[in-house]
């Protein structure tokens, strides 16, 4: 797009964009955001947690849209909150629709031009629907839109002023693989130009493709930061609880006491329960345990792999 160009990535060093200082964000008594400190700069940042962890709250207040209960939120070292001038340079892509069905995409992405006072508003509509790929849609109604292109058409809609920072809330809710990859490739290209982007997700793939740095959010706390291999490897190193099922569990899980990555083992309805610390060396033992104790395994399975678990072990860590 020519319509206006990002500021230098130069002037964004001396600062970060977005700075939260012990942001709260509560709802009568309910806690949505508790004491959050990050700061992002350049590249691409993703907000994983599970659903209702808070991250739409953290991308509404850095947004603008709400504003912090207690401690700070601060874009380009002022507060988003009541600041017009934040959507000059910034695009949202919020989780809600907020589509008009009786638009077309083009009219959709057409409107987001001139409010935002381009001098070519049409070239820059044109420009952005190609980006994402929806030039053969553009003149359909929204309302007839799969919920894949409806993301699409939000995101066009919020790169047709060419912003220098990118907001998106659960971007590829319901969008097809093809067009996911599509989507990841015009992000990286655009946090390659420069450009702060913090997407929200709930998917581990997702962040894991596309995230050059990730903050794990639970229960509206910071739960872990850093790239995305540190928290891998928090997952990973964290205690977990198998369920096995054979021929002979009391023989079996007095064999299974003697290995070392063996945490604990409880005889349960039919089985065991058993804690180890590490995942890969319990699951290469068992089978040869088994076979020199003369036992038969029927069932083993990971008990605690849901990101639920994952996250709330990352909080209590």
């Given at each position: 797009?020519?319509?206006?160009?990002?500021?230098?990535?130069?002037?964004?060093?001396?600062?970060?964009?977005?700075?939260?200082?012990?942001?709260?964000?509560?709802?009568?008594?309910?806690?949505?955001?508790?004491?959050?400190?990050?700061?992002?700069?350049?590249?691409?940042?993703?907000?994983?947690?599970?659903?209702?962890?808070?991250?739409?709250?953290?991308?509404?207040?850095?947004?603008?849209?709400?504003?912090?209960?207690?401690?700070?939120?601060?874009?380009?070292?002022?507060?988003?909150?009541?600041?017009?001038?934040?959507?000059?340079?910034?695009?949202?892509?919020?989780?809600?629709?907020?589509?008009?069905?009786?638009?077309?995409?083009?009219?959709?992405?057409?409107?987001?031009?001139?409010?935002?006072?381009?001098?070519?508003?049409?070239?820059?509509?044109?420009?952005?629907?190609?980006?994402?790929?929806?030039?053969?849609?553009?003149?359909?109604?929204?309302?007839?839109?799969?919920?894949?292109?409806?993301?699409?058409?939000?995101?066009?809609?919020?790169?047709?002023?060419?912003?220098?920072?990118?907001?998106?809330?659960?971007?590829?809710?319901?969008?097809?693989?093809?067009?996911?990859?599509?989507?990841?490739?015009?992000?990286?290209?655009?946090?390659?130009?420069?450009?702060?982007?913090?997407?929200?997700?709930?998917?581990?793939?997702?962040?894991?493709?596309?995230?050059?740095s990730v903050l794990v959010i639970v229960s509206?706390?910071?739960?872990?930061?850093?790239?995305?291999?540190?928290?891998?490897?928090?997952?990973?190193?964290?205690?977990?609880?198998?369920?096995?099922?054979?021929?002979?569990?009391?023989?079996?899980?007095?064999?299974?006491?003697?290995?070392?990555?063996?945490?604990?083992?409880?005889?349960?309805?039919?089985?065991?329960?058993?804690?180890?610390?590490?995942?890969?060396?319990?699951?290469?033992?068992?089978?040869?345990?088994?076979?020199?104790?003369?036992?038969?395994?029927?069932?083993?399975?990971?008990?605690?792999?849901?990101?639920?678990?994952?996250?709330?072990?990352?909080?209590?860590?």
């Amino acid at each position: 797009m020519e319509q206006r160009q990002p500021e230098s990535a130069v002037s964004q060093s001396i600062e970060p964009m977005i700075k939260l200082d012990n942001a709260s964000r509560w709802f009568g008594n309910l806690v949505a955001v508790s004491d959050i400190s990050f700061s992002v700069g350049s590249g691409i940042t993703g907000l994983l947690g599970p659903n209702g962890a808070g991250k739409s709250t953290i991308l509404q207040m850095i947004a603008g849209f709400l504003r912090p209960s207690s401690g700070s939120v601060l874009v380009r070292g002022r507060s988003p909150w009541r600041n017009d001038k934040l959507y000059r340079y910034a695009g949202l892509v919020p989780e809600r629709e907020a589509i008009y069905p009786f638009l077309t995409g083009y009219e959709f992405v057409l409107l987001n031009a001139r409010l935002h006072k381009l001098p070519d508003p049409a070239e820059a509509a044109v420009q952005a629907i190609r980006m994402v790929d929806l030039e053969e849609a553009q003149h359909r109604a929204t309302g007839g839109y799969s919920k894949g292109m409806k993301q699409r058409a939000k995101l066009a809609a919020a790169l047709v002023h060419n912003p220098l920072l990118l907001l998106l809330d659960e971007p590829f809710n319901g969008v097809d693989p093809a067009q996911r990859l599509h989507m990841m490739g015009v992000l990286r290209d655009l946090a390659a130009e420069g450009r702060t982007i913090i997407f929200s997700s709930h998917i581990l793939e997702e962040v894991e493709r596309l995230a050059d740095s990730v903050l794990v959010i639970v229960s509206g706390r910071l739960a872990a930061s850093g790239d995305f291999h540190r928290i891998r490897r928090l997952m990973t190193d964290r205690p977990h609880t198998f369920v096995i099922r054979s021929s002979d569990n009391r023989r079996l899980a007095a064999a299974l006491i003697e290995e070392q990555s063996v945490k604990g083992v409880e005889l349960i309805d039919g089985g065991l329960s058993v804690r180890a610390s590490d995942f890969g060396a319990f699951a290469l033992a068992v089978p040869p345990v088994a076979r020199a104790a003369g036992v038969t395994l029927y069932e083993f399975v990971p008990a605690d792999q849901s990101l639920e678990s994952v996250f709330s072990y990352l909080v209590t860590r």
